[in-house]
T-cell receptor
Framework: GDSVTQMEGPVTLSEEAFLTINCTYT??????LFWYVQYPGEGLQLLLK?????DKGSNKGFEATYRKETTSFHLEKGSVQVSDSAVYFC???????????FGQGTILTVHP | DTGVSQNPRHKITKRGQNVTFRCDPI?????LYWYRQTLGQGPEFLTY????????KSRLLSDRFSAERPKGSFSTLEIQRTEQGDSAMYLC?????????????FGPGTRLTVL
């Protein structure tokens, strides 16, 4: 079955630092790829998505590019803010009734 | 658009009791999913409905678990004879008719604690 692997956390950064969270996947077919974010005490929210190879998803300064050759979808942001502190989940889906397979999540803490 | 709602938000029960959770999806979303999330892990797929039909169930869904979506709108997830290992966050998500790249919209979850 499908699987998603995220870099182990937690990740602690200072404000304005560069962020990378690695994500790789294995899947049959060509899944859509997503990054979801979970702020403290809140539900999962879609951050960005990409539906085919070489697509770049972007939102709120975050970016991720669908790399079919390396089966990766790494999340990046050039300058993080304290308000970006949250848990980030990479997920793959769409090949079987659209169900999503999630990575284990990466806790990001940004200090002022 | 009021989003996906779930009730109750928290449930504490004693081992062996039955519990039922409710999910109200976004209106006109014909697809509905249940996931389970334990501490420090990502959500794991449990089951999927398209309209009122339950089309897929994970092997994680033991015989003690049952889900329904009787009129293709809200859904319920029942756990019978709860065990301590059932303690988790139960998430519901909905999505409009399938096309590539459809994201799922998640509710706030129901946190179950089995004592």
């Amino acid at each position: 079955g499908d699987s998603v692997t995220q870099m182990e956390g937690p990740v602690t950064l200072s404000e304005e630092a560069f962020l990378t969270i690695n994500c790789t996947y294995t899947a049959t077919g060509y899944p859509s790829l997503f990054w979801y974010v979970q702020y403290p005490g809140e539900g999962l929210q879609l951050l960005l998505k990409a539906t085919k190879a070489d697509d770049k998803g972007s939102n709120k300064g975050f970016e991720a590019t669908y790399r079919k050759e390396t089966t990766s979808f790494h999340l990046e942001k050039g300058s993080v803010q304290v308000s970006d502190s949250a848990v980030y989940f990479c997920s793959a889906g769409g090949t079987s009734y659209g169900k999503l397979t999630f990575g284990q999540g990466t806790i990001l803490t940004v200090h002022p | 658009d009021t989003g996906v709602s779930q009730n109750p938000r928290h449930k504490i029960t004693k081992r062996g009791q039955n519990v039922t959770f409710r999910c109200d999806p976004i209106s006109e979303h014909n697809r509905l999913y249940w996931y389970r999330q334990t501490l420090g892990q990502g959500p794991e797929f449990l089951t999927y409905f398209q309209n009122e039909a339950q089309l897929e169930k994970s092997r994680l869904l033991s015989d003690r678990f049952s889900a329904e979506r009787p009129k293709g709108s809200f859904s319920t997830l029942e756990i019978q004879r709860t065990e301590q290992g059932d303690s988790a966050m139960y998430l519901c998500a909905s999505s409009p008719p399938f096309r590539a790249g459809n994201e799922q919209f998640f509710g706030p979850g129901t946190r179950l604690t089995v004592l």
